[in-house]
């Protein structure tokens, strides 16, 4: 296989590490640069394993990719599904008539997916996400060279980078949400800003609620300050 295909693959995939987008927007950029990089592959998708253990098509070059995927996660069967729960790497020659998927296999076929091959992208804190191939042709997958692999040890970085800034993209919304809610209880009530936040503290304790939550309430909802006829708010009061 030409390495200058794996170069061009790479380097979409490292393009990305320069570009300040977000994670949606990497998953997307992965997903095509494989499609249009890795031989065989007609189809491409990324499934993410959340915490509580569902999981999801984070982005595809195709709906047919999201079809399988899915398909997949309704039976607990199949190379994608493999990859996203226990395994590395896994592999379907011919999906009509593999053993290791009887369910799953030949529903794929009957869609045309003939072959397919599937790569753990990440994995972390409860969650793992792998890089799904599929091709209409049988055999696609038998002699890659390792180039999915290769594609995917740089594709982990820039998913990496982008869940980095996207988490830090978070963090600055939720301070800056904050700092407004702060702003707007001094302004009302003529409190210190520590009075001000301590009084968040106590509502997010009290209601049981995420703190950028209720911050993002009196932003968003009240700017003039928390409704009096709220029982969450008049539960709590700011002294």
Known sequence: MPYRK???AIQVVADSLAVPEDLD?????????ARDNIAGTDYASITIRHQDGTLETAA????IAVAVDEMQYTLHEGPCYDVAIAETVTYANDLAVDP????????????????QFAVRLADGR??????????RSLKAFEETEG??????????????YATELQSLKGAIGT???IGQAIGILRERYKVSPDRAFDYLVRLSQN?????????????????NGPPATDHAYTSTRLS
Not at 101 to 109: E, Q, S
């Open 175 to 177: 301070r800056e949400k």
């Open 126 to 135: 409860g969650t793992a996400t792998g890089l799904n191939l599929y091709s």
């Open 207 to 223: 209601s049981n609620t995420k703190l950028r939550d209720i911050a993002s309430t009196i932003v968003n909802i009240d700017p």
């Open 100 to 115: 290791d998927w009887p369910r799953y296999g030949p529903r794929a076929a009957e869609l045309g997916m003939r072959s």
């Open 25 to 33: 927007g990497a998953l997307a950029r992965i997903v095509t640069a």
């Open 147 to 160: 180039m999915p692999e290769l594609f995917a040890s740089h594709a982990r970085i820039a998913l990496g």
């Open 6 to 8: 794996l170069d061009a």
């Open 60 to 63: 595809s070059t195709d709906p």
